[in-house]
Nanobody, 120 residues
Framework: QVQLVESGGGLVQPGGSLTLSCTAS????????MGWYRQAPGNQRELVATTTSGDSTNYADSVKGRFTISKDYSKNTVYLQMDSLKPDDTAVYYCNADIRGWLSRSANYWGQGTQVTVSS
């Protein structure tokens, strides 16, 4: 079993910055990919950014040029640097990971979510 723990959310003014972190723990043999999704009230959960075991990254059009995803798989951690934040970025941000365990096949996991609020 794998657990994902996010941190770094909070309240920030428009134009400000936040950095989210997500660390995986448990039965981890290899991390195939990690990423961030978000869900605003009344909306479906949507992709924000993902990264694979290599150098590949993918961003939602709405965050390109403002958000940067990075990883340190030696620490089983993925980061999301969010700059030039807008009120529309307000949402619960969820970490997602595709991980193969020593004792299990690859599986997809979700964190509990961290609230990001952009408001003056």
């Amino acid at each position: 079993q794998v657990q994902l723990v996010e941190s770094g959310g909070g309240l920030v003014q428009p134009g400000g910055s936040l950095t989210l972190s997500c660390t995986a723990s448990g039965d981890i043999f290899t991390i195939n990919g990690m990423g961030w999704y978000r869900q605003a009230p009344g909306n479906q959960r949507e992709l924000v950014a993902t990264t694979t075991s290599g150098d590949s990254t993918n961003y939602a059009d709405s965050v390109k040029g403002r958000f940067t995803i990075s990883k340190d798989y030696s620490k089983n951690t993925v980061y999301l640097q969010m700059d030039s934040l807008k009120p529309d970025d307000t949402a619960v941000y969820y970490c997602n990971a595709d991980i193969r365990g020593w004792l299990s096949r690859s599986a997809n996991y979700w964190g509990q979510g961290t609230q990001v609020t952009v408001s003056s």
